[in-house]
């Protein structure tokens, strides 16, 4: 089971115990304002979420990551890797995703994960190209994209929701060591 640390957090699995901190995320129109339609998630939909992330494991040998602050415990989100299935003409790729409660927010820690999500992506799962999307307006994600070194690949609308958004790019160092 992966388990990352970095100076400030805890990346690991989902536990029962951070169901209801992922519902008061997931139920904030902020949080979700830039995610699919807006809507806000209650306590059955993020634990049907969070079953699938828990899956994505499994099936993908990689998945979204639950955020700890090391400091404290407080679960901050999510950061991690997944098939972005909703996008269809972006497969076959591997998405970096984020999101934090808004309590979070403005301290680099989105950054700091994803940083690491992505690092465990390319070193410990081998991938060779990662993609990061966010909708036309989410500059707070973009300029996460770009800290990351991703670039702008290609803009198209989300099919579900008819959001425009843009497919961020970055394909893994040269350095990386990625023998077994």
Same mark, same amino acid.
């Given at each position: 089971m992966p388990l990352i640390l970095t100076p400030r957090l805890v990346l690991r699995r989902w536990r029962e115990s951070d169901i209801a901190p992922m519902t008061a995320i997931?139920?904030?129109?902020?949080?979700?304002?830039?995610?699919?339609?807006g809507s806000v998630h209650d306590e059955e939909q993020t634990r049907s979420t969070m079953a699938r992330w828990e899956h994505g494991w499994e099936t993908e040998g990689f998945g979204l990551f639950a955020v700890e602050v090391r400091a404290t415990g407080e679960?901050?989100?999510?950061?991690?890797?997944?098939?972005?299935?909703?996008?269809?003409?972006?497969?076959?790729?591997?998405? !970096?995703?984020?999101?934090l409660g808004r309590s979070f927010w403005g301290r680099g820690l989105a950054t700091e994960a994803a940083r690491a999500a992505l690092d465990f992506g390319f070193a410990d799962r081998g991938?060779?190209?990662?993609?990061? !999307?966010?909708?036309?307006g989410n500059d707070a994600s973009e300029r996460i994209m770009n800290k990351l070194g991703m670039r702008v690949e290609r803009?198209?609308?989300?099919?579900?929701?008819g959001r425009a958004i843009r497919v961020h790019a970055l394909n893994a160092p040269a350095t990386v060591d990625r023998s077994p």
């Amino acid at each position: 089971m992966p388990l990352i640390l970095t100076p400030r957090l805890v990346l690991r699995r989902w536990r029962e115990s951070d169901i209801a901190p992922m519902t008061a995320i997931n139920s904030d129109p902020d949080v979700m304002r830039w995610i699919g339609d807006g809507s806000v998630h209650d306590e059955e939909q993020t634990r049907s979420t969070m079953a699938r992330w828990e899956h994505g494991w499994e099936t993908e040998g990689f998945g979204l990551f639950a955020v700890e602050v090391r400091a404290t415990g407080e679960l901050a989100g999510f950061t991690g890797l997944s098939v972005p299935h909703y996008l269809p003409e972006v497969l076959p790729a591997v998405e !970096i995703g984020w999101r934090l409660g808004r309590s979070f927010w403005g301290r680099g820690l989105a950054t700091e994960a994803a940083r690491a999500a992505l690092d465990f992506g390319f070193a410990d799962r081998g991938l060779e190209r990662v993609v990061s !999307i966010a909708q036309v307006g989410n500059d707070a994600s973009e300029r996460i994209m770009n800290k990351l070194g991703m670039r702008v690949e290609r803009a198209t609308l989300d099919p579900y929701c008819g959001r425009a958004i843009r497919v961020h790019a970055l394909n893994a160092p040269a350095t990386v060591d990625r023998s077994p």
